[in-house]
T-cell receptor, first 116, second 114 residues
Framework: AQSVAQPEDQVNVAEGNPLTVKCTYS??????LFWYVQYPNRGLQFLLK??????LVKGSYGFEAEFNKSQTSFHLKKPSALVSDSALYFC??????????????FGRGTSLIVHP | SQTIHQWPATLVQPVGSPLSLECTVE??????LYWYRQAAGRGLQLLFY??????ISSEVPQNLSASRPQDRQFILSSKKLLLSDSGFYLC?????????????FGNGTRLTVT
């Protein structure tokens, strides 16, 4: 089975500073990787994905992610954090379910706190 | 544009009572549909998914069941709720195919079993 790991339960950053939320993956074959954000009491929202092509992927709300094959990582980044970026962030990878169809498998999530 | 509706937003049910949560998608055809449970505001557990009407795959054995009576309708049910069924239930859809399309989530149902 494919998997992703988010090694940090929580990331704290000051507003205006760059932020990084880490994700590493373990897959057989080419990885299909995704980032999602969840605000309190809401569903997840898609931010960006890597399927193939450029290693730097740009997404919604000024976020980007860097795919690094040698380090098996897909870290989420933003050059300048906003207080409103405070939320729960999930990394996900394409996997296969028990019925054989493709399903997403999620990491445990990282809580991002941006301090004013 | 596509939208997903999930209701109710909150639900408090006694142990042993039945459960029915409904999810509908608009603006797309033959979506892949998913039910997730999120405990304690963190990790997502995939419960069921469906790639077509009447086709349900279960990822976790438990007292819950799912049905897809129509193309864009996905229902999560239980005959008798347990305390451990409390959590935040999320429905999601994506276009079918090779697994490279993202999920689109509803706003969830917070279930408290008392």
């Amino acid at each position: 089975a494919q998997s992703v790991a988010q090694p940090e339960d929580q990331v704290n950053v000051a507003e205006g500073n760059p932020l990084t939320v880490k994700c590493t993956y373990s897959v057989s074959g080419n990885p299909y990787l995704f980032w999602y954000v969840q605000y309190p009491n809401r569903g997840l929202q898609f931010l960006l994905k890597y399927i193939t092509g450029d290693n730097l992927v740009k997404g919604s709300y000024g976020f980007e992610a860097e795919f690094n094959k040698s380090q098996t990582s897909f870290h989420l980044k933003k050059p300048s954090a906003l207080v409103s970026d405070s939320a729960l962030y999930f990394c996900a990878v394409r996997d296969r379910g028990s019925g054989g169809s493709y399903i997403p498998t999620f990491g445990r999530g990282t809580s991002l706190i941006v301090h004013p | 544009s596509q939208t997903i509706h999930q209701w109710p937003a909150t639900l408090v049910q006694p142990v042993g009572s039945p459960l029915s949560l409904e999810c509908t998608v608009e603006g797309t055809s033959n979506p892949n549909l998913y039910w997730y449970r999120q405990a304690a505001g963190r990790g997502l557990q995939l419960l069921f998914y469906s790639v077509g009407i009447g086709q349900i795959s279960s990822e976790v054995p438990q007292n819950l069941s799912a049905s897809r009576p129509q193309d864009r309708q996905f229902i999560l049910s239980s005959k008798k709720l347990l305390l451990s069924d409390s959590g935040f239930y999320l429905c999601a859809w994506r276009t079918g195919g090779g697994g490279n399309s993202p999920l689109h989530f509803g706003n969830g149902t917070r279930l408290t079993v008392t």
